[in-house]
C-alpha cells in the first residue's frame, strides 16, 4: 500500500456544478423557442373549439326550429335548448345534452334572432371580449 492510496478519496459519481448548468442553459434555450410556437397553437385551438361549439348549438338550433316552426327569441336565448320557454307547445327537447357552454374564454355565447347575417347570429367575442381584432382576439361566429 503507497502512501498516495492511503489517503486519496474514492471518486464520486455525479454531476458537477458546471455540467448541471450547461444543462439548464440548453433546456432554457429549447423552452424559448418551443414556447412561443406552443402558445400560438394554444390561441388557435381555442377558436377552433369555439368554431366546433357554435356549430354544435346550430344544429340544435335547428333542430329546435324543426319541431317548434321558429328559432327561440333573443329574449329566450340558448336556455331554449334546454329548457322549455312559456308557452311552448310543441317544444320536445331538451335540444342540448349538457347545459348551454360558454365560449372557451368563459363568457356567453352572443345569441340574437333575428339575427342581422341569417335567421339568428351567434357568436363569441373572442379572447379579449372586444368588437373587432385579429387572430385570437378576432370574433368567431355562426355566419363565416
Keep these: 500500500m503507497n502512501a498516495r492510496s492511503a489517503f486519496a478519496r474514492p471518486r464520486?459519481?455525479?454531476?458537477?456544478?458546471?455540467?448541471?448548468?450547461?444543462?439548464?442553459?440548453?433546456?432554457?434555450?429549447?423552452?424559448?423557442l418551443v414556447a412561443p410556437k406552443y402558445f400560438s397553437q394554444l390561441?388557435?385551438?381555442e377558436a377552433k373549439v369555439a368554431r366546433?361549439?357554435?356549430?354544435?348549438?346550430?344544429?340544435?338550433?335547428?333542430?329546435y326550429r324543426l319541431e317548434t316552426g321558429h328559432y327561440p327569441s333573443s329574449e329566450q336565448g340558448l336556455q331554449?335548448?334546454?329548457?322549455?320557454?312559456?308557452g311552448e307547445a310543441?317544444?320536445?327537447g331538451p335540444y342540448l345534452a349538457k347545459a348551454v357552454p360558454q365560449d372557451p374564454?368563459?363568457?356567453?355565447?352572443?345569441?340574437?334572432?333575428?339575427?342581422?347575417?341569417?335567421?339568428?347570429?351567434?357568436?363569441?367575442?373572442?379572447?379579449?371580449?372586444?368588437?373587432?381584432?385579429?387572430?385570437e382576439n378576432a370574433e368567431v361566429?355562426?355566419?363565416q
Design 12 to 32: 464520486m459519481a455525479g454531476f458537477t456544478l458546471l455540467e448541471l448548468l450547461v444543462v439548464l442553459v440548453v433546456l432554457g434555450l429549447l423552452a424559448g
Design 43 to 45: 390561441g388557435r385551438s
Design 52 to 63: 366546433a361549439q357554435i356549430e354544435g348549438l346550430g344544429k340544435a338550433l335547428d333542430l
Design 80 to 86: 331554449a335548448l334546454v329548457n322549455a320557454p312559456s
Design 90 to 92: 310543441r317544444w320536445k
Design 105 to 135: 374564454w368563459g363568457r356567453d355565447y352572443i345569441y340574437r334572432s333575428p339575427g342581422e347575417n341569417g335567421d339568428y347570429d351567434l357568436m363569441s367575442m373572442g379572447k379579449d371580449g372586444q368588437p373587432g381584432g385579429d387572430g
Design 141 to 143: 361566429t355562426s355566419w
